[in-house]
Structure formats: C-alpha cells, structure tokens
C-alpha cells in the first residue's frame, strides 16, 4: 500500500486554494477545509477530487480514500479521528454527493504600480 505522503507527492499544486467549502444536496454547509498545517494534505486531496468529478460523488469518495492511503484504515478503526476521511466514507453509506465551492487566493500583480 501506499503511504499518504508518497501519494500526495502525485497530486497537482493546491497552494492557492484557500479553503474548500463543502455542502450537502439542500445546501447546507458540511465542513469546510482550510489551507493551513494539519489539513493541507486533505485540501489537496479534496481539490484534486472537485477537478476531477466536479463535485464529492460516490466515485469521488472511492478514490479519495485510496489516495488516504493509511489513514483510511486508521478512520474505519477510529471514527473520528479523521473527520475528512470520515466524510468520505459517509458518501460510501448515504451515496448522497457534496458540492464544492474553492475559494483561491488572487495572484499578484507583479506589473501594478503602486
């Protein structure tokens, strides 16, 4: 198997990515993943996710596990330890899909005059 930092290795560039907001089919807000220490691999995983399906869809969650790698396991043993790990394996049982909305952060402008 895989380790989780061997995978993120794969994965395109999410510096730029703010937060990640997700919601539910009516709307309602379900977490939100910030692009700070302790969830920068998640934000990547889940940025890699909406550019790949648009949104968290059952086959969305599918993937994004294997690309948890360890950690999935770790999730199944221990709910709770790892809310987004959990929030995947939720689409595996309700196989109800969350939207995605990416905040990103405004390139500068190195040609602006101040």
Known sequence: MQKFSDVLQTLDDAS?????????????????????????????????????????SLDAAVE????????????????????????LLNILEDEQPLTVKVTESTPVNSNTEV
């Open 64 to 87: 994004g596990l294997s690309l948890y790698a360890e950690h999935t396991e770790d999730a199944e043993n221990c709910p709770g330890k790892h809310p987004n790990v959990d929030r």
């Open 16 to 56: 730029h990515v703010q937060r990640i907001e997700l919601f539910s089919s009516n709307g309602s807000p379900v977490g939100v993943l910030e692009n700070k220490p302790g969830s920068q691999g998640s934000v990547k995983v889940y940025y890699h996710l909406f550019r790949m399906y648009g949104e968290i």
